[in-house]
């Protein structure tokens, strides 16, 4: 009996001194570095998402390679804490996209995951945004304002039939649209990406008219 009470010591002590080695405060946070995130493209491939403010754009699951092709541009995020363990019921308000490089914004919680992080701490973006504007530069995921793994942006570009991203599809972005139309290419204008600009852009900017936020 003295043996076993021992060895439940011996156990125990071993395991509080292991997580007192990764700092016991650092067990359920976060860790940027650790935290993982994967897409279903190859490295060096890029994908367009159409969204509107009211969500009614495409889901993740639907975005358009350079060609036009759908293809799954789904993001999963694993996010690990600094003792190496899943952070599991993370808020997905606390989780959101961000691109620079051009009039992208999204609607208040617009860009945030699907969901709060799983019991093995994943997250993902599938459904479609609720966001406006348009960017071809590189995608962050961020976890309370701090990018995950800084080094490697996504190439999921954005487009919107909201062009200046103002969060509303208004005869403005229609002007903006005809620039595109009459005029030499315009990734804004390409809203069913595919790299030229015709009727089926326009079908997709008459579809959004008046989409704001919720
Ligand atoms: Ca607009
Ligand atoms: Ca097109």
Known sequence: MRRSFLVFFLITGLAAYAAADCGEWEVGIPDLNQSVLAWGLAAGESATLLVLPDGRGAPLTAARRANGALVDATLTLTIIDGCGYPVS????????????????????GGSTADRNTDTSGQAVWAQPLLAGGNSQGPCMVLINGMPVNAALPLSLHFNSPDLNGDLTVSLIDVAAFAAGYFGDYLFAADLQADGVVNLADLSALVGGLGAVCH
């Open 89 to 108: 019921g993370f808020p997905a308000a606390d989780m959101w996209l961000e691109s620079s490089g051009g009039t992208f914004t999204a609607c208040a």
